[in-house]
């Protein structure tokens, strides 16, 4: 499987970018740069992404997170830096070798679908196969089964305009999985979708996720989708990536008061994990009264709280091999759910914990 990795990239939109760019690494700020009509979209922007990992990659409008998605594909060539790919140097590539990478090994996902009207369902799906010039007898089996994986089967022969919002971008999400590429980009792929559709989607490329181990690298401005969705996180605020890492690292150590006041809201309970709160066991006489309520090590805050509920003493968190890895008094889950970081929320009741924000986290 193939690993992604970004080293150093930026993108300056204006004259002289070059000379921008030596500007911004002797300590030149944006604005500076704006004031001399150049936009620096992206700054020193380094990440890597694993095989088989969703990389979510989060900020608000004109942070430049479209800007570095599209430097991956070569979209958009980086003013410095590279990005490499399966070893491969993808900025070295001529315009021949880029599109060819973007036809067999890079698919994206767009925010608005872009579904050709005038194609029927599986032609639309079909349609990268076509571009990579695979015959037509197997370019449909290979996009009736994409189809199929996405919850569309028995709806080829419709049209674009036929199909909902939802059902629109899973065509879309089709078209990415026939061509059997190793990674995905995903530009605010669900974002255009209403709340509902939008969970739904979710659910289906975590599902699709399970089965496929697909590289994902998924764009939003949304931090509950980036924390449901995300292996790991990249938080962007004018071009430069402000912190890198977990949910759990994102919200129990926020970088700066940026990243903290767009956590503030998030329903903890639902992306921390029991590994997160729990402590050693004392002695071998406090795991014992842990009693038979067990939790492992990944059970969500929100589940351990249930848990905690129903028992008078602590809750035991055991591996996989049933050995007692630690202990989450009840004591620990104060202070860990509520609608502010910190505020303490008794955890005497799993009805009292937030329900308004639905996040979870991934294994």
């Known amino acids: 499987m193939s690993r992604l990795q970004a080293e150093h990239l930026y993108k300056v939109f204006g004259r002289r970018p070059d000379e921008a760019v030596r500007r911004l690494e002797s300590g030149s700020g944006r604005d500076e740069l704006r004031a001399d009509g150049t936009t620096a979209a992206v700054i020193d922007a380094s990440f890597s992404v694993e095989p088989g990992q969703i990389f979510v990659v989060m900020g608000l409008s004109g942070s430049g997170k479209s800007t570095l998605l599209r ?5 958009l060539e980086p003013t410095a830096g590279r990005v490499l790919f399966d070893g491969q140097d993808l900025t070295a590539l001529s315009a ?6 973007r036809a067999n090994k890079i698919s994206m996902v767009f925010q608005h679908f872009a579904l050709f009207p005038q194609r029927s369902v599986l032609e639309n799906a079909a349609y990268g196969l076509e571009v990579q010039g695979v015959a037509r007898p197997e370019r449909e089996r290979r996009a009736t089964e994409a189809l199929e994986l996405v919850g569309l089967a028995g709806w080829e022969g419709s049209w674009p305009d036929e199909l909902s919002g939802g059902m629109q971008q899973r065509v879309g999400l089709a078209r990415a999985l026939a061509t059997d590429a190793d990674l995905l980009l995903m530009d605010e792929s669900f974002s255009a979708l209403d709340p509902l559709i939008r969970r739904d989607m979710q659910d289906q490329l975590l599902e699709l996720q399970k089965r496929l181990k697909k590289t994902i690298v998924f764009i939003t401005h949304d931090l509950n989708e980036a924390m449901r969705l995300g292996d790991r996180i990249a938080v962007m605020r004018d071009g430069r990536i402000v912190q890198l890492g977990t949910a759990e690292d994102i919200l129990v150590r926020p970088a700066n008061d940026y990243v ?3 956590i503030q809201d998030v329903d903890r309970s639902r992306v921390l994990t029991a590994a997160t709160v729990m402590t050693e066991p004392q002695s071998g006489g ?11 090590p990944d059970t969500l805050v929100a589940d351990v709280c249930a848990v905690s509920a129903r028992v008078p003493h602590p ?19 104060i202070g860990f759910v509520g609608d502010e970081p910190g505020e303490p929320v008794p955890c005497d009741s799993p009805v009292r914990l937030p329900e308004r ?4 986290a991934r294994a």
């Open 286 to 296: 406090e795991a014992d009264a842990c009693g038979c309520e067990t939790v492992t």
């Open 260 to 262: 903290a006041s767009f």
């Open 315 to 333: 809750v035991a968190v055991k591996d996989a091999s049933g050995g007692v890895v630690g202990v989450v008094p009840q004591s620990r889950l």
């Open 71 to 75: 430097m991956l594909n070569g979209l």
């Open 357 to 360: 924000k639905q996040v979870s």
């Open 96 to 101: 021949r070798g880029l599109r060819d990478v």
